[in-house]
């Protein structure tokens, strides 16, 4: 692994955790992307107990400001905590680029994003000097968090972004025409001239076979969610923190719209989410 990324590593997560083994893990994001994450987690550890929080009121982040960014992570953080959480995972790229050191900043447990683990995967994928092309929002590439991780690891580094992707996957038509027509607009340019893509945003796994077709079959797909679910586990598991229970609970809290996200859940995802509760802000 290159230095850089050993580097961060260090770094990532932080602060010694002060609840039990059977507390759950708080994972965070816009609306439905962070699923992904969560997807993974469930399969990788079904002992666990997870509660999700989708910020349905506000999706997407990746057109907010800054300063919008940080003051929702900030409350969403705080509710999750509320629940007497184990670890947070941030898993919404935009809000991992621009509010993580904010949200550690109020948390007693270890905080995790998403973006190190998906620089961490495409190191391990791209050559020595290979070339990586990182797909986001707006916010997410304007915040060059990834240029930065990947800096001095040897990759030549271009990041793209892709607003509508999101609304595309909000509005459940990942497999619809419009859904292959978005995705040559934004990505045919660079067919056959990049090594690795980075999927850096958690919705956009939903969108992955759609995104290696325009590719081809030259570019590795980098799934940042599984990246940051993989990462999840090993944080737990030396953290001495895995539950030994063989079935963990799920919980689900969106800030609206709980049936959309119920049933956007089950058809992208195959999630069934039984009852969501509402929090507001």
């Known amino acids: 692994m290159r230095k850089k990324a050993e580097s961060l590593k260090r770094t990532e997560v932080r602060k010694v955790c002060p609840r ?38 506000r999706v997407p982040y990746g057109t907010k400001s800054p300063e919008a960014v940080i003051a929702f992570s900030k409350e969403i953080a705080a509710y999750l905590l509320e629940k007497r959480i184990k670890l947070l995972i941030v898993a919404c790229n935009t809000a991992s680029s621009l509010a993580l050191d904010a949200v550690r900043k109020i948390s007693p447990v270890p905080v995790m994003g998403v973006i190190l683990p998906g620089v961490e995967a495409a190191l391990r994928t791209a050559p020595p000097g290979g070339r990586v092309l990182v797909t986001g929002t707006s916010a997410t590439v304007n915040s060059r968090a990834y240029s930065r991780a990947l800096a001095g690891s040897g990759v030549k580094v271009t990041e793209r972004a892709c607003p509508l992707f999101v609304p595309l996957v909000e509005e459940g038509w ?108």
């Open 174 to 281: 990942c497999t619809k025409p419009v859904a292959e027509t978005v995705a040559r607009e934004y990505l045919a340019q660079y067919r056959g001239k990049a090594d690795a893509l980075i999927l850096g945003c958690t919705h956009y796994p939903l969108l992955k076979k759609v995104i290696a077709k325009v590719m081809g079959p030259r570019t590795k797909i980098v799934d940042s969610a599984l990246a940051a679910a993989q990462a999840a586990r090993t944080e737990l598991a030396d953290r001495g923190l895995l539950n030994p229970g063989r079935r963990g609970r799920s919980e689900f809290v969106v800030s609206d719209a709980p049936e959309r996200f119920s049933a956007l859940a089950l058809a992208l995802l195959g999630i069934k989410t039984g009852r969501v509760a509402v929090k507001r802000f």
């Open 20 to 57: 039990p083994a059977d507390s759950p893990v708080g994972i965070f994001d816009s609306g439905l992307g962070g699923l992904t994450v969560f997807k993974e987690l469930r399969s990788m550890l079904p002992g666990e107990n997870l509660v999700y929080f989708g910020d349905t009121a």
